[in-house]
Nanobody
Framework: QVQVLESGGGSVQAGGSLTLSCAAS????????MSWYRQAPGKPAPGKQR????????????LYADSVKGRFTISRDNAKNTMSLQMFSLKPEDTAVYYC???????????????????WGKGTLVTVSS
């Protein structure tokens, strides 16, 4: 089985910085894309589910939400199956639970290859105060 675990959340004042980390573990033989999503606290408004913040492919290509371009930087270490999100110039509207998402190829306990499986972490809370 595969586990995805985030770390690094916390509270910071507006203008501050935080770095989130994500680690995938298990009988993984390949991770395709990895990404960060976020969801603001409280009940989401219709159409306002988890928002894609940033994505990185296994070739290193990246994609960012317009709201974080120039402020956030996503990176990954393919050898360690880890990913990071450096967040600078944080704003109160960045307050959210941040989730790690990984598209994984792995071998299950029976030795069967499972490809393109999607795993989510449980999330880490980032709070930005004004």
């Amino acid at each position: 089985q595969v586990q995805v675990l985030e770390s690094g959340g916390g509270s910071v004042q507006a203008g501050g910085s935080l770095t989130l980390s994500c680690a995938a573990s298990g009988s993984i033989f390949s991770i395709n894309s990895m990404s960060w999503y976020r969801q603001a606290p409280g009940k989401p408004a219709p159409g306002k589910q988890r928002e894609l913040v940033a994505l990185i492919g296994n070739n290193g290509r990246t994609l960012y939400a317009d709201s974080v371009k120039g402020r956030f930087t996503i990176s990954r270490d393919n050898a360690k199956n880890t990913m990071s999100l450096q967040m600078f110039s944080l704003k109160p509207e960045d307050t959210a639970v941040y989730y790690c998402n990984a598209h994984v190829d792995y071998t299950d306990s029976a030795g069967v290859a499972k490809k393109g499986m999607i795993y989510w972490g449980k999330g880490t809370l980032v709070t930005v105060s004004s």
